[in-house]
């Protein structure tokens, strides 16, 4: 570790910070912290990252140190960063109470709201020096979230099924950042009662839940997806309208500031659906 840390700033989502100036040998173990990062103006300052850490262009460039199934330690202690931003719920614990036993300071990104966002980006600012660029970015994230709420609360309702994975199927509750965007858009998540955040389902669940439409998270990968034959039952409402959407798996899926550009979408998409019920 290069320096020491003196000052402290309290923050939300990682305690007490102590720093003596801005990190400059930075490693992200999430692509939503590459994004942030990058979009506050502190990209160049990342040196290592992990799988899917794809945006933007220039993240490609980045050393990888792992991914979800864990970190390199020794790739890490390479790259002697004086920084390392986790992702709490999507790193292992193991590895980060291995780092900070090696004396590696290690901030936490805990981001459970979509709300908090704007919180996280400050947080960053302070991180890295760039306080005007976080705060700006912050400002306009919150107005355009309001935007998008005020824009949809009075709705009509609509019940959507949240096809998070096909095979084995999931979906999501209420206790999940899917819900809280769909929650935006005002349509009710048919799932949102389950008791688990990310439940497995049969065709037979969704068939009781009887959807008005049905949402496919569309990711950017190079895997051939399994696919679910929906017009095998056509009494589900979504499929006799025809109701499909594709949403970007990799704006809705990542706590970013591009995170309401994929809401912006699925809102607009799922308005387009409203209008057709409404006109039967």
């Given amino acids: 570790m290069q320096f020491r840390y003196f000052a402290c700033i309290c923050i939300l989502f990682a305690g ?17 912290i590459v994004e942030n990062l990058f979009a506050i103006g502190a990209g160049e300052r990342i ?35 004086d920084l390392v931003i986790a992702w709490q719920s999507g790193n292992k ?30 947080l960053f600012g302070r991180l890295t020096g760039q306080n005007q660029q976080a705060k700006r970015l912050a400002e306009q994230f919150t107005a355009r979230l309001q935007a998008l709420k005020t824009q949809y609360k009075n709705s009509a309702s609509l019940r959507v099924f949240y096809q998070l994975w096909p095979e084995p199927m999931m979906t ?12 935006v858009c005002a349509v009710e998540n048919a799932f949102a009662d389950n008791a688990t955040d990310y439940p497995q389902i049969s065709i037979e669940n969704v068939l009781q839940t009887n959807p008005q439409v049905i949402v496919l998270p569309v990711e950017k990968s190079k895997k051939v997806m399994p696919t679910i034959d929906w017009q095998a039952w056509p009494e589900i409402p ?3 309208h025809k109701q499909f959407i594709e949403v970007d798996a990799d704006l809705l899926h990542r706590f970013s ?24």
């Fill in 257 to 280: 500031t591009r995170v309401l550009d994929g809401v912006t979408d699925m809102c607009d998409k799922l308005q387009r659906a409203r209008t057709h019920y409404q006109q039967q």
């Fill in 47 to 81: 040196v290592g990252t992990v799988e899917y850490a794809d945006y933007p262009q220039e993240a490609s460039d980045i050393v990888r140190i792992g991914g979800h199934n864990g970190i390199a330690l020794e790739r890490v202690l390479a790259l002697q960063p």
């Fill in 172 to 183: 999501i509750n209420n206790n999940t950042v899917v819900h809280q965007l769909l929650d």
């Fill in 93 to 122: 614990k193991a590895d980060l109470d291995k780092l900070e036993k090696l004396g590696i300071k290690v901030i936490y990104s805990n981001t459970k709201d979509i709300t908090k966002v704007a919180d996280e980006l400050r």
């Fill in 238 to 240: 979504a499929v006799k």
């Fill in 16 to 32: 007490c910070v102590v720093q003596a100036k801005e990190a400059q040998r930075i490693i992200a173990l999430a692509p939503h």
